[in-house]
């Protein structure tokens, strides 16, 4: 049986800031920054009513929780980095750094297709 992640905090700001960005996938995103290196997180929706699939910022108590995890510094130390010309960070998918910090998954909707 698996256990899936479930909020530790009743948080409705999260960590980050929105950042708008010109991306081919996306138009928004979570940037964590630390004076001049950031990365940015992505997590990937599902509109019902157009059946399409869209990637946007990390829901904020998710995004709470990823910067409190004890692990994050590490990540950001390792990721993070100056923008580049078209003033995008690293960008990672939300499942990807759940998995780097050790969080437990977020639980995997049939609609999902992964960055």
């Excluded at 960005?21 to 290196?37: G, I, M, P, S, Y």
């Excluded at 923008?83 to 437990?104: C, H, Q, T």
């Amino acid at each position: 049986m698996k256990y899936y992640y479930k909020p530790s905090t009743d948080v409705s700001a999260g960590a980050g800031e929105i950042y708008i960005c010109d991306h081919r996938l996306f138009n928004r995103a979570t940037l964590f920054k630390q004076h001049e290196r950031g990365l940015l997180i992505v997590q990937e929706y599902y509109n019902k009513k157009t059946k399409a699939r869209l990637w946007g910022p990390v829901v904020p108590w998710l995004s709470y929780d990823i910067y409190a995890n004890t692990n994050f510094d590490r990540f950001f130390e390792e990721n993070a980095s100056e923008a580049d010309e078209n003033g995008l960070y690293p960008i990672f998918p939300v499942r990807k750094v759940m998995w780097a910090l050790r969080m437990k998954p977020l639980q995997r909707e049939e609609w999902e297709f992964g960055f």
